[in-house]
């Protein structure tokens, strides 16, 4: 805070001196900066055009089957990113961070403008696919980074930080595509060339890791340190479901209004990023209350049922607005909770390939959201009723894993973070 100094803790200077970067001063400030940009990248390309999807529909309206392959053009990134991201994560490990980072930063800007210049709906779902590819590289990447450069309690800060970065981007693509939108549906498009400022700062300004010294391996240490699949594979499975009820208000928000009769789409873009403005505070609240992330995810995701839950009562838009905060909210605290639990179960040699499984599961639940919600909704009449089966669902999962705890004898009240993470 301005105008006190406080005193590092121990933890706090335990972690500096194991980060194998400077954890202070100009350079450290602005690895942190380009670290966060890059990871609001992603998320560029799953809210910015969301607003304008009715007048995308609407310009397309001719072609065969626009009706689905127009919400196509704002999911399928996802889809790329999902089924990429362990590939990508292997590439991270063996080919290195840093090279790759800038790469996919380059090609995301091609990608992503694409669609200025195509005509053909079928080519702007192709460049969106290929948006995809570089968001996995990118994604992983500065995932991966962020797990190389610090370690402990920094290191969950950093990752928190990450998804606050994201979520208040989301708030500012949702604004911005949907004032751009009122212009042209194409003109959102040019925001991507934003990447094209990123990549040469990162080149310069990002160094390369290196394994720590404790953490370099013989041939016959890594025969004694397997990749650790089963404890991976339990929080991916949890990280695919708690995507889906991440991305509900992003992607469905426009819907729920439209049905409540809020037609114009700059209210839309506005209530919306009102709503995901809660997501900011669910991650500052994660990272102040320094707790080990496993015991905490019943009570997030109950949290998240509720707000489920308040949307699927809603009878009027201010009160399903109510209900999207609420549920945002848990989610800030949701993605943060999840990323930090892989990162604690992963070596050096083994973060790239970790980190792209664990996005993999998130995009991967990401993607199939829509297409859930749609099923729900043919099944219970409703949009808002499937949002509510969604809601359901999240409690159970709530339940489930308060009970799998319990039965490990382990303590649901939240503990400070482990030394593992170190």
Known sequence: MPGSVPSPSATEVDDAASSPVAVSGPAHRLRVTLLMAGSCLPILGAVLIAPVLPQMQDHFASVPGAKALVPLALTVPALALAVLAPFAGVIVDRLGRKR???????????FGTAPLWLDSLGAIIASRALVGVAEAAIMTCCTTLIGDYYSGQRRVRYLALQTMCASASATVFF???????????RVPFFVYAVSLVLAPLMATALPSPAPRAAAVETPASRARHPFPWRQLGGICAVTFFGAMVFYTVPVEMAYLLDDLGVKNSGVIGLATAIASAATVGGAV???????????????ILAVCAVGFGLMFLA?????????????CLG?????????TSAMSRLAFEDRGRGTGLWTAAFFGGEFVCPLVLLA?????????GAVGVLGLAAALVAGGLWAAARRRGEAIDPRPLPEQLA
């Open 376 to 384: 729900g909704e043919a099944a219970v009449g409703s949009l808002a």
């Open 285 to 299: 609240a994660f990272a102040r209350l320094k707790r080990s992330p496993d015991p905490m995810l019943p009570a």
């Open 331 to 339: 989610t800030g605290m949701l993605l943060p909770a999840l990323l």
């Open 315 to 327: 009878g009027n838009a201010p009160l399903l607005v109510a209900g999207a905060i609420v549920n």
């Open 175 to 185: 604004v911005l595509g949907g004032a751009a939108g009122s212009a042209d549906w």
């Open 100 to 110: 790759l980072l800038v790469v996919a930063t380059l090609l995301y800007a091609v």
